[in-house]
């Protein structure tokens, strides 16, 4: 069965930091490009970032690049996102997503066929 189980969200003050794990299972990890969506309170869902299977490319949107660095560990199955001077707008539910494809100068959503369930980050200002 294919999981993606997202952790480290939780309630920070604007400026602080959070680091997020993906942890995957039941599919060939290292095959698989790994994103960073989020979704806040009303709005459409946002790819954040992402990075590819074999030499580590990543990729980042705009609103977020400079403060969130994306890793993967492929000995772990586990892809981290740490987020640094995260902002009020920052706040949404995260999820991670496995896909081939989908990280070539943009997050693809279309390109991702396993979800995790999310986890939620609250930047109080």
């Known amino acids: 069965e294919v999981q993606l189980v997202e952790s480290g969200g939780g309630l920070v003050q604007a400026g602080g930091s959070l680091r997020l794990s993906c942890a995957a299972s039941?599919?060939?990890?290292?095959?698989?490009?790994i994103g960073w969506f989020r979704q806040a309170p009303g709005k459409e869902r946002e790819g954040v970032s992402c990075?590819?299977?074999?030499?580590?490319?990543?990729y980042y949107a705009d609103s977020v690049k400079g403060r969130f660095t994306i890793s993967r560990d492929n000995a772990k199955d586990t892809v981290y996102l740490q987020m640094n001077a995260l902002k009020p707008e920052d706040t949404g539910v995260y999820y991670c997503?496995?896909?081939?494809?989908?990280?070539?100068?943009?997050?693809?959503?279309?390109?991702?066929?396993?979800w995790g369930q999310g986890t939620q980050v609250t930047v109080s200002s």
């Open positions: 997503a496995a896909g081939i494809g989908g990280c070539d100068g943009a997050v693809s959503a279309p390109e991702y066929n396993h």
């Open positions: 039941g599919f060939t990890f290292d095959d698989y490009s």
């Open positions: 990075i590819t299977p074999s030499d580590g490319s990543t």
